[in-house]
């Protein structure tokens, strides 16, 4: 299988630490969505990544269905999710706050390749509180260990995915170990697993 996209994509990058986590071999094709334009449009038309290449030719596109696909592969009892009741939810809804965190990450960077004159202020400032509010929410349940029944998840990689690219590219000096301690501790315990330490984004 091919894994088109770069692990500055945050979606590319939790498919590739999923993939990793469950041993589940891939090639990596780093093509970036905005500058690799035509390369990526080779497996992915619309020019969204992450997309992943099927040995049969078939092509997915995004993370959810990618993820939902890798967990059927192995089987429930090796799904990087509860397979149900209160501990599935609590996945799922922290799940959602990441989910929801990184596309206003994204935005924000959009925004900040305009001239300055363009940019539009509201709508970063909007962002901004967006993304402090989940980060609020993701601190609050954050422990000593991994989110739910301290297994690590599809909770955790998300988290750790929004924190990193938050505090090193879009926010730093703003999403800080000072301001988010729990998830700069998540991030550090996620950083001593090779799959998180070998899809570390650079821009
Ligand atoms: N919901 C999608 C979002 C994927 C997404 O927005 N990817 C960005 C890069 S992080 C992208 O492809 N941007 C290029 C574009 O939208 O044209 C997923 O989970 O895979």
């Known amino acids: 299988m091919k894994l088109v996209g770069p692990w500055i994509s945050g979606f590319t990058r939790r498919t590739a630490i999923t993939m990793k986590l469950l041993g589940i071999p891939f090639e990596h094709l780093d093509l970036n969505a905005y500058t690799d334009k035509e390369a990526v449009r080779r497996y992915s038309p619309m020019g969204k990544v992450p997309a ?4 049969n030719g078939e092509v997915l596109i995004d ?3 990618i993820i939902d696909m890798l967990h059927e592969m192995v ?3 090796k799904a990087l999710i509860p397979q149900s009741g209160a501990p599935r939810l609590k996945a799922l809804q922290l799940i959602g706050i990441g989910t929801s965190i990184y596309p206003k990450l994204t935005a924000l960077y959009d925004e900040s390749l305009r001239p300055e004159n363009y940019r539009l202020q509201s709508a970063i400032e909007g962002f901004v509180e967006q993304v402090m509010i989940g980060f609020r929410l993701l601190e ?4 000593d260990g991994w989110y739910v029944n301290d297994t690590l998840s599809q909770a955790d ?3 750790v995915v929004c924190y990193q690219a938050a505090a090193q590219f879009i926010l730093p000096g703003v999403v800080t170990a000072e301001n988010f301690p729990r998830l700069a501790a998540l991030s550090d315990r996620a950083m ?3 799959a998180f330490a070998s899809t570390v984004p650079h821009l």
Not at 52 to 55: E, N, R, W
């Open 157 to 159: 990689i998300m988290a």
């Open 75 to 77: 089987g429930p009892g």
């Open 140 to 143: 609050e349940e954050a422990g």
């Open 63 to 65: 993370s959810a269905g």
């Open 52 to 55: 992943l290449a099927l040995d």
């Open 192 to 194: 001593k697993i090779d």
